[in-house]
């Protein structure tokens, strides 16, 4: 499992002209190919980062279905917890993004 840091989706999404965007897309291209991962922090700050250019809709999809966007995998830290720390990180994430689309 590869994990990709926020900066590959903001420069795909956001900065077409950026002098490494070539390079960048083309990574991007293969990720279906490499079993790549985010983990849901990273998913946050690429939401935050993305909170000043996406409307609140997409910027919630961006958060709930980041992986039907991006062929990655969305690794939760509490994936082995119990029902109620599962409960708490749900809870947790929905007031994060919140915040974000503040």
Request: charged content about 20%; overall charge negative; glycine content about 4%.
């Amino acid at each position: 499992m590869v994990f990709v840091d926020s900066n590959v989706f903001i420069v795909d999404r956001f900065y077409p002209r950026d002098a490494l965007y070539p390079q960048n897309r083309s990574f991007v291209e293969q990720l279906s190919t490499i079993d790549a991962a985010v983990s849901i922090l990273t998913l946050l700050e690429v939401c935050g980062a993305a909170s000043h250019r996406l409307f609140s809709g997409e910027l919630d999809n961006w958060l709930s279905r980041f992986d039907t966007i991006y062929p990655v995998n969305v690794v939760n830290v509490h994936g082995i917890g119990g029902q109620e720390s599962e409960a708490w990180w749900h809870s947790f994430v929905k007031e994060v993004a919140a915040n974000i689309a503040k």
